[in-house]
């Protein structure tokens, strides 16, 4: 069974930070690469992080510089490292692998002014 479980969302002032976790179970996580995905309010669910099998990440432009996505292989857990928060980044964010695709169920970041 395919299972991926995010955590470590919550409410946080602007200008703060949240490190969202996603832990992997019944994938082979270290050959697959996995991404960070976000719904604000209101809108379409878009990537936010990509990170490959090497380890080698992206970010969208929105978040760069701010934001920063590792994995730990030997842990099957990716990470998205969130500093300084702004209210627009306020969204239910997924976990995804890539291929296969499977998603998390999604936590909630709230970034309160």
């Known amino acids: 069974q395919v299972q991926l479980v995010e955590s470590g969302g919550g409410l946080v002032q602007v200008g703060g930070s949240l490190t969202l976790s996603c832990t992997a179970s019944?994938?082979?996580?270290?050959?697959?690469?996995m991404a960070w995905y976000r719904q604000p309010p209101g809108k379409h669910r878009g990537m936010v992080a990509w990170?490959?099998?090497?380890?080698?990440?992206s970010v969208i432009d929105a978040v760069k510089g701010r934001f920063t996505i590792t994995r730990d292989n030997a842990k099957n857990m990716v990470y998205l490292q969130m500093n300084d928060l702004k209210t627009e980044d306020t969204a239910v964010y997924y976990c995804?692998?890539?291929?296969?695709?499977?998603w998390g169920q999604g936590i909630q970041v709230t970034v309160s002014s």
């Open positions: 990170i490959s099998t090497g380890g080698s990440p």
């Open positions: 995804k692998s890539i291929a296969p695709e499977y």
């Open positions: 019944g994938i082979p996580f270290s050959g697959i690469d």
